[in-house]
Nanobody, 120 residues
Framework: QVQLVESGGGLVQPGGSLRLSCAAS????????MEWYRQAPGKQREWVAK???????NYVDSLKGRFTISRDNAKNTVYLQMNSLKPEDTAVYYC??????????????WGQGTLVTVSS
């Protein structure tokens, strides 16, 4: 009923920047919050950042100042601007959202992930 599609991943050199996008589509009435997670090779998935429908943001402490989450409510899209990238930022980045459907039911949805590789 709802899909999240991430884009914007790729190969970037250390110190570079990337902007990830995640677009939601389907039977959407509203989106309460949207989040980014990441999973590095051989590690557990970790939470990165969250933005609510009102624009409030939260970040994992280790990434504050380098990553910025933003949202375009009209497009049902969330972004993750990543600056000063380091090799340890290499991971698959996943979008996650809590969506209120047209039926007024709530669902949580994951995207398929987009790979970010930071390497020289």
């Amino acid at each position: 009923q709802v899909q999240l599609v991430e884009s914007g991943g790729g190969l970037v050199q250390p110190g570079g920047s990337l902007r990830l996008s995640c677009a939601a589509s389907g039977s959407i009435f509203s989106i309460n919050y949207m989040e980014w997670y990441r999973q590095a090779p051989g590690k557990q998935r970790e939470w990165v950042a969250k933005i609510t429908d009102g624009g409030s943001t939260n970040y994992v402490d280790s990434l504050k100042g380098r990553f910025t989450i933003s949202r375009d409510n009209a497009k049902n899209t969330v972004y993750l601007q990543m600056n000063s990238l380091k090799p340890e930022d290499t991971a698959v980045y996943y979008c996650h959202a809590e969506v209120r459907l047209i039926s007024r039911a709530y669902v949580t949805v994951w995207g398929q992930g987009t790979l970010v590789t930071v390497s020289s």
